[in-house]
């Protein structure tokens, strides 16, 4: 059974950073990537990555927030900095899709929470 299990979430102030990790089991997926859902809204993408390590962001979040993997360990990041309180969310790690679209594979997601 895939499992991705997310870790590095967290209460921070505006312009703060935080690096969120998300571990994935028994299979290495060519395409990962960060969603986030806020209250009262839609999932949305964040961020993608490719195996061949290329990258696709939100304009919300370009400049601020980067995506890396690291493929030895299976293990997927977001590293965010200059957070917003409109950051303030549940990220969610994905598998399966593409650079543009979700895969089937989720993690349980991390709470995000940008506030004074």
């Known amino acids: 059974q895939v499992q991705l299990v997310e870790s590095g979430g967290g209460l921070v102030q505006p312009g703060g950073s935080l690096r969120l990790s998300c571990a994935v089991s028994r299979i290495i997926f060519n395409i990962m990537g960060w969603y986030r859902q806020a209250p009262g809204k839609q999932r949305e993408l964040v961020a993608t990555i490719s195996d061949d390590t290329t990258e696709y962001y939100a304009d919300s979040v370009k400049g601020r927030f980067t995506i890396s993997r690291d493929r030895a360990k299976n293990l997927l990041y977001l590293q965010m900095n200059n957070l917003k309180p409109e950051d303030t969310a549940v990220y969610y790690c994905?598998?399966?899709?593409?650079?543009?679209?979700?895969?089937?594979?989720w993690g349980q997601g991390t709470q995000v929470t940008v506030s004074s």
């Open positions: 994905n598998a399966g899709g593409t650079l543009y679209r979700g895969g089937d594979y």
